[in-house]
Nanobody, 122 residues
Framework: QVQLVESGGGLVQPGGSLRLSCKVD????????MGWYRQAPGKERELVAAATRVGTTNYVDSVKGRFTISRDDAKNLVYLQMNSLKPEDTAVYYCYCTGVEIRSVFYSQPYWGKGTLVTVSS
């Protein structure tokens, strides 16, 4: 019913940049919240950044000033621009969305992508 497909992960050197993209497919008329979580080896999944359809954004403290989330609601896309990457940013990044309207029915549960690996290493 709802599918999220991430792209843009890969290997980058410390200080480098990557841009993650996520396409949300389905018969969707609106999405309230779109965002990104990440999970590093041996750690719990954490919220990295989220953006609401009215323009509110929030970030985990460790990425503030380095990462920027944006969305294209006409295409149901969400992006995560990651600059000044650090080895501690290495993780699998998961796209998610919640508060989705499909055929005039509102769904509050989160939907998840399968994840894309970001490795920051020299």
């Amino acid at each position: 019913q709802v599918q999220l497909v991430e792209s843009g992960g890969g290997l980058v050197q410390p200080g480098g940049s990557l841009r993650l993209s996520c396409k949300v497919d389905g018969e969707i008329t609106l999405i309230n919240v779109m965002g990104w979580y990440r999970q590093a080896p041996g750690k719990e999944r954490e919220l990295v950044a989220a953006a609401t359809r009215v323009g509110t954004t929030n970030y985990v403290d460790s990425v503030k000033g380095r990462f920027t989330i944006s969305r294209d609601d006409a295409k149901n896309l969400v992006y995560l621009q990651m600059n000044s990457l650090k080895p501690e940013d290495t993780a699998v990044y998961y796209c998610y969305c919640t508060g989705v309207e499909i055929r005039s029915v509102f769904y509050s549960q989160p939907y998840w992508g399968k994840g894309t690996l970001v490795t920051v290493s020299s």
